[in-house]
């Protein structure tokens, strides 16, 4: 069984900054790409940022120009820099990752920004 590891949730003011961590536990694993999504009460988990084994990038719109995401293939870890950060970012940051024939989830970061 896969588990991914998650790190660097907190809470920050707005305009703050942090950063989240994601490792897999199995670095022989073949991971194709990883990311991360989150939620808020009453709504759909939605795509943050995800990286691939290309090192294709996709971002929401919501976060480009404000969020930076990279991977490091060799070590099937993933980071998310989060810059100038609003109320609105405020949620449950899921790590993700996804194998040629599985994907995995991590349990969730929890993520405030105050106003």
């Known amino acids: 069984q896969v588990q991914l590891v998650e790190s660097g949730g907190g809470v920050v003011q707005a305009g703050g900054s942090l950063r989240l961590s994601c490792a897999a536990s199995?670095?022989?694993?073949?991971?194709?790409?990883m990311g991360w999504y989150r939620q808020t009460p009453g709504k759909m988990r939605e795509l943050v940022a995800t990286h691939d084994y290309r090192d294709e990038v996709e971002l929401a719109d919501s976060v480009k120009g404000r969020f930076t995401v990279s991977g490091d293939r060799a070590k099937n870890t993933v980071f998310l820099q989060m810059n100038s950060l609003e109320p609105e970012d405020t949620g449950a940051y899921y790590c993700y990752a996804r194998s040629w024939n599985d994907e995995y989830w991590g349990q969730g970061t929890q993520v405030t920004v105050s106003s």
């Open positions: 199995k670095t022989f694993l073949t991971i194709i790409r």
